[in-house]
């Protein structure tokens, strides 16, 4: 798989998805792709987001919170197992900066530093995916 989205701005999505109390998310996830990139990189398929948020209701949204934060570690292993350098997301970042954050930035904070990760760890996929095309082709 080639990704296309390697420069998404984690900033401003984890702002916009806090001011539209995840909404944001629901539809950017699967229309935008994220969801089956996620996957990708992950090696694994992790549960659909719409399902995390709507667990998230009866539990004041803790859970989608977990949930991302799981999926933010994952990625931090991911990013060391492909030898990109950090700084990483991690669960312990995402968490604490969605709870413990500054009250309107913590999440687009925590945001920001996940799609930092999983932007560089997309490029560097891309990267050996074109390696190794190129050396495919030149056995030929």
């Known amino acids: 798989m080639r990704f ?4 998404r701005p ?7 998805d806090f001011f539209t109390a995840g909404i944001f998310l629901l539809f950017y996830m699967p229309l ?3 969801q089956d990139e996620i996957d990708e990189v992950l090696g694994h398929p992790t ?3 719409w399902k ?16 991302t934060a799981r999926i ?7 990013a ?25 930035m913590g999440p687009a904070v925590a945001t ?3 799609f930092d990760t999983l932007n560089r760890v997309e490029a560097e996929l891309n990267r050996r995916a074109s390696e190794q095309s190129t050396e495919e082709m030149t056995h030929v």
């Open 80 to 104: 060391i197992a492909l030898g990109v350098e950090g700084p990483y997301t991690s669960w312990r970042h995402m968490f604490g900066w969605n709870t413990l954050g500054l009250p309107l």
């Open 32 to 34: 935008g792709g994220l």
């Open 72 to 78: 933010a570690e994952e990625l931090k292993a991911r």
């Open 47 to 49: 549960m659909k987001y």
């Open 10 to 16: 984690g900033f401003w999505i984890g702002f916009v």
């Open 112 to 114: 920001l530093r996940f």
């Open 52 to 67: 995390a948020y709507l667990i998230g209701i009866p539990t004041l949204f803790i859970y989608p919170l977990v949930w």
């Open 4 to 7: 296309r989205h390697t420069h």
